[in-house]
């Protein structure tokens, strides 16, 4: 992979594979403190997504924009609107850009993370998917290497912070309803947030610089 | 999985069209983004009232699409909020001039994409309200959870506001009446089993013969807890209590009764229960005004109901009683 706008698109069409590949993962996870949506949700999406990269555009930034236009439009539900926030703040942080740094990469994550937490008015430790972007985020601000390693530091970090969902109480969402019977669960969003990245690392794995 | 499908994910597309060829003469269905909108909209200087949500509700809220009650519904996916150019596109259809009021339910996914679409449709110029409904008494209005979900109420909210929206009501008086509805309707509701959403294929949570779940949302989700089975007379009493003390409704008040079936339920149990209602209520000294029962809420085959208490001045009986001409709810006119 490079770390240009071609680049970029190699990782959306693997993070897509991935979503589809754990879509049935996550509706499990949805189901026992949501509603059972949230894998056929974003597969969804990102269907619609894969079928727009072809000409989303020559910097990642016009790539990502893409990417958040279309899954505000097809995801629904809360997932739609915060990830389409979190890739548009990202978009809109890498500007026009051509080729990604490890820097920049950190300042669009922490972008995303801002948007998110605008958004969704959610914190860490209220159980949702701030509690993997946060860690995320840290750990690629001190991470150090190249943007395969810097986002190799947030996947990592984004499923330590997923797992670590499990025994809290929901605060934000319908997970919420369910006071106190939503701990014992992964929150489906902190999950999926940390597949997305797991899969936008393993794609830049080679990557220069 | 047995249901009267095709395939689940064309499930909502497909009913869609049954119900624009049931109700031509009232509504009109597009597609690619999916709006359901009065056959005569935009209605020139009305205020266009627009809800939506998840499908899997039914009749709410395409069947209350029409005359008197709402101008466009957004149908998002089974139990999955619409996205922000679903209800984009139903402003666009139905903007009559006099601005536009979106009816929300209170649900993280619901308020975070009408919340979106409202700041488009502000940019574009038109003069958008939006008011959030959370009338389920089952579930803890804190810091510490996204607040009460909308529920039974929605129905009557949509009906007394789009009553008055026909009559002539500005942008201004509508809001403020919508937000006097919602300050005064409280629901809770049960279920006696889980139901299936097309595309997971299973149950949505299990309960063995004789267990029922107390405050259930309408998403098919589990409730705040599991008891035992009781008689109608004692399960009634479970839904109405919580619903009562919480605004609190006291002696001398008016209000109005809404009995509503979560799908399932065989109107032959559902007036069984609305009468016990009626009989608690009347035991407190609070006089019904006005009564619904039937499936107007539901959440799709689950066997359960949801009770409504709304309380009621003359402006909204007026409203309630004004013409109502949609594929469910049709009187007067």
């Known amino acids: 992979m490079t770390c240009d706008a071609t680049g970029v698109i190699a990782a959306i069409r693997s993070a897509a594979a991935v979503v589809d590949e754990h879509r049935d993962e996550l509706v499990d996870l949805d189901r026992e403190i949501g509603d059972a949506d949230h894998g056929e949700n974003l597969k969804r999406g990102f269907t619609a997504v894969l079928s727009k990269l072809d000409n989303a555009g020559d ?43 490890p820097e920049s990469v950190v300042d669009a994550l922490d972008a995303a993370l801002e948007g998110v937490v605008a958004r969704g008015k959610a914190e860490a430790g209220d159980k949702t998917m701030v509690d993997a972007l946060t860690p995320a985020v840290a750990a690629a601000r001190a991470a150090s290497g190249s943007v395969a390693d810097v ?26 309803y369910l006071g106190e019977r939503s701990a014992g669960h992964m929150d489906p969003g902190a999950r999926s947030t940390a597949l997305l990245l797991r899969a936008f690392a393993d794609a830049a794995q080679g990557a220069t610089p | ?98 601005g536009v009021l979106l009816i929300v339910k209170n649900y993280t996914g619901d308020v975070l994409n009408f919340e979106t679409a409202a700041e488009f449709a502000s940019a574009d110029g038109v003069d958008v309200r939006t008011v959030v409904i959370d009338d389920d008494v089952a579930v803890k209005d804190s810091l510490y959870t996204a607040g009460r979900r909308g529920v039974g109420g929605t129905a009557l909210l949509e009906k007394i506001v789009g009553g008055a929206a026909e009559g002539g009501y500005n942008l201004d008086e509508c809001e403020a009446l919508a937000r006097r509805v919602i300050a005064s309707v409280r629901s809770m509701g049960v279920a006696l089993t889980a139901c299936t959403v097309p595309h997971v294929g299973e149950p949505s949570f299990v309960l063995e013969d ?20 009781q008689p109608a007379d004692q399960l009634v009493r479970t839904l109405l209590d919580p619903v009562l003390e919480d605004l609190p409704f006291a002696s001398g008040d008016r209000v109005l009764l809404f ?13 069984l229960a609305h009468g016990i209602a009626e009989r608690l209520l009347a035991e407190r000294g609070i006089t019904v005004e006005r009564r619904l029962v039937g499936p107007y809420v539901t959440s799709l085959e689950m066997q359960g109901m949801s009770l409504t208490v709304l309380k009621v001045d003359d402006e909204m009986l007026r409203w309630w009683d004004a013409p109502v001409r949609t594929a469910a709810l049709r009187w007067g006119a």
């Open chain 1, 59 to 101: 910097t990642p930034g016009a790539v990502l924009k893409v990417v958040a236009s279309t899954l505000i439009s097809t995801v629904g539900g809360a997932a739609g609107p915060l990830y389409g926030t979190a890739f548009l703040r990202a978009a809109a942080k890498l500007g026009t850009t051509g080729t990604l740094t």
């Open chain 1, 151 to 176: 986002l190799k530091a947030a996947a990592d970090a984004a499923d330590q912070g997923a797992q670590d969902t499990v025994p809290l109480v929901a605060r934000k969402g319908r997970a919420s």
């Open chain 2, 1 to 98: 999985m047995k249901k009267i499908i095709n395939d689940p994910s064309t499930v909502v597309e497909e009913s869609l069209r049954g119900l624009a060829a049931a109700h031509g003469d009232i509504l009109k269905v597009r597609t690619e983004p999916a709006v359901i909108y009065r056959a005569d909209a935009p209605v020139t200087g009305k205020v266009a009232v627009i809800s939506g949500g998840g499908s899997g509700h039914e009749p709410l809220h395409g069947g209350f699409v029409g005359l008197g009650m709402l101008d466009a519904a957004a149908p998002g996916p089974v139990f999955t909020s619409p996205t922000p150019d679903q209800v984009q596109a139903a402003v666009e259809h139905v903007d009559g001039g006099a």
């Open chain 2, 259 to 271: 009995t509503n079936s979560m799908g399932g339920t065989p109107l032959v149990e559902l007036y």
């Open chain 2, 210 to 229: 004789d267990e029922i779940e107390i405050g259930i949302g309408i998403h098919g989700e589990p409730g705040r807890r599991r008891v035992p089975h």
